[in-house]
């Protein structure tokens, strides 16, 4: 194969999935090592692993340390869930946006989210309850435990003008993240919260995310009765 100079990571990507398209390389085939790749297309070996760490995502190609990067044998699609800031969410919707801090607590961990995060006894999170509104409706209530150890600045934030995702998503970036969908009755503070009938099924959101293995936040948003989620793949 000629070589191609001067390429970024979107073309490195694009040609390596051309290539299995293609069938020169298929299923199951092992592909050239990242440093021989970054000589082919006259690069560095991080551009070209940015490339490769996409496909991966896409379930394209799976890639083992001291294995080699293979392309898959049955290609799955992945669905791509962004983590988003819910004030864009609403006003995408050509709504006014409205916050409200319900209440912000410095807590002991409580054993049950210890046990999620991995965190020791006697840890401290700031603990948030949170409204977001659209058009004066009830839109997303949220409840966020932050891991002040991972984000000790946090506890200088008071949260009454900026929500915690917000804030969150300038101040520090996440590694990874854990996400769970469920489907919960209306009770106690999500009834008086979201205006809905005691048993209304609702649907809510627990999200998990690190930073280098370190645990952020854990948040469970649950949103106003018939909210959908939708995403792309």
Not at 159 to 174: A, R
Request: proline share 6%; charged share 20%; hydrophobic share 40%.
């Amino acid at each position: 194969m000629s070589a191609q100079k001067n390429m970024g990571f979107q073309d490195i990507r694009d040609e390596v999935l051309n290539r299995i398209q293609t069938r020169i390389w298929p299923q199951g085939s092992l592909l050239p090592t990242e440093l021989e790749l970054a000589a082919e297309f006259g690069c560095a070996r991080a551009t070209v692993n940015r490339a490769l760490r996409e496909l991966a995502d896409e379930g394209i190609i799976t890639r083992r340390r001291k294995g080699g990067t293979r392309v898959v044998t049955t290609p799955v699609k992945q669905a791509k869930l962004p983590i988003t800031v819910v004030r864009q969410t609403i006003e995408d919707m050509n709504a006014e946006y409205r916050y409200a801090l319900v209440s912000r607590n410095m807590i002991s961990c409580p054993p049950w989210l210890q046990a999620k995060l991995g965190l020791q006894e006697g840890a401290q999170v700031l603990h948030l309850n949170c409204m977001h509104h659209a058009d004066n409706r009830p839109f997303q209530f949220e409840e966020r435990w932050i891991n002040t150890d991972t984000v000790p600045h946090v506890v200088d934030q008071d949260f009454l003008t900026i929500g915690p995702n917000e804030w969150l998503l300038s101040e520090i970036p996440f590694s990874d993240a854990e996400i769970a969908f469920s489907a919960v009755p209306a009770t106690g503070q999500l009834q008086e919260f979201l205006s809905v009938p005691p048993g209304t099924p609702l649907f809510q959101l627990e999200r998990i995310t690190w930073f280098q293995n370190k645990p952020v936040t854990f948040v469970r948003m649950t949103f106003h009765q018939g909210y959908q989620m939708r995403t792309k793949y």
